[in-house]
């Protein structure tokens, strides 16, 4: 158990509203990322943290964006959700360095009407 | 184009069966590659793979890399129900310290009893 808690782990929302997605984890671990899963994409990365107030881009961070205000904590937010963002979020961390498996959280399931 | 292609995308067997996954990538730049088991929620790890032809092994599982032919596979050998997941591939690109990972779009592999 990597430790990590994900914030809500179900939402459904509008078009237009603003969303944001928690992750926690309890053990100082500096690196954090967040993907999202959707059918026949696999996981891609959005944004990702090496430390607080350090982050940067992933391969699909159009639309998002994070916030590290302290170690256990990275913030994932939709300005103004649109129904392409439906998808399953999943926030991970490296434990023992960015060059090691990255353990995964039990994804947010977010659904934008 | 980072790119990671994994084959077959599905795939149903039945138990005792031995099967065998594959994922071949085309990266500008490579760390590692990786394989993980996904069930009903997060993605587990299984093998990170640096050097060709060295196995790494666990149990019924096994994967091998050849960096020279930019593919890995997965083997699970005397399958069971219990192997029924998602096993996603990735690649880790090596960029500095940020351990940026990219996805195939996973295999889906269902074992009937």
């Known amino acids: 158990d990597a430790g990590i808690t994900q914030s809500p782990r179900h939402k459904v929302t509008e078009t237009g509203t603003p969303v944001t997605l928690r992750c926690h984890q309890t053990e100082n671990h500096r690196y954090m990322y967040w993907y999202r899963q959707d059918p026949g994409h696999g996981l891609r990365l959005i944004h990702y943290?090496?430390?607080?107030?350090?982050?940067d881009k992933g391969e699909v961070s159009d639309g998002y964006s994070v916030s590290r205000s302290k170690t256990e904590d990275f913030l994932l937010t939709l300005e103004s959700a649109t129904s392409s963002q439906t998808s399953v979020y999943f926030c991970?961390?490296?434990?023992?360095?960015?060059?090691?498996?990255?353990?995964f959280g039990d994804g947010t399931r977010l659904s934008i009407l | 184009e980072d790119k990671v292609v994994q084959s077959p995308l599905s795939l149903v067997v039945h138990e005792g069966d031995t099967v065998t996954l594959n994922c071949s990538y085309e990266?500008?730049?490579?760390?590692?590659l990786l394989w993980y088991k996904q069930e009903k929620k997060a993605p587990t790890f299984l093998f990170m793979l640096t050097s060709s032809g060295i196995e790494k092994k666990s149990g019924r599982l096994s994967s091998i890399l050849d960096k020279k032919e930019l593919f890995s596979i997965l083997n699970i050998t005397a399958t069971q129900t219990g192997d029924s997941a998602v096993y996603l591939c990735a690649v880790d690109l090596g960029s500095g310290n940020t351990g940026k990972l990219i996805f195939g779009q996973g295999t889906t592999l269902q074992v009937k009893p």
């Open positions: 943290s090496y430390g607080v107030k350090d982050t």
């Open positions: 990266v500008t730049n490579f760390r590692s």
């Open positions: 991970a961390i490296s434990v023992r360095g960015p060059d090691q498996p990255q353990h």
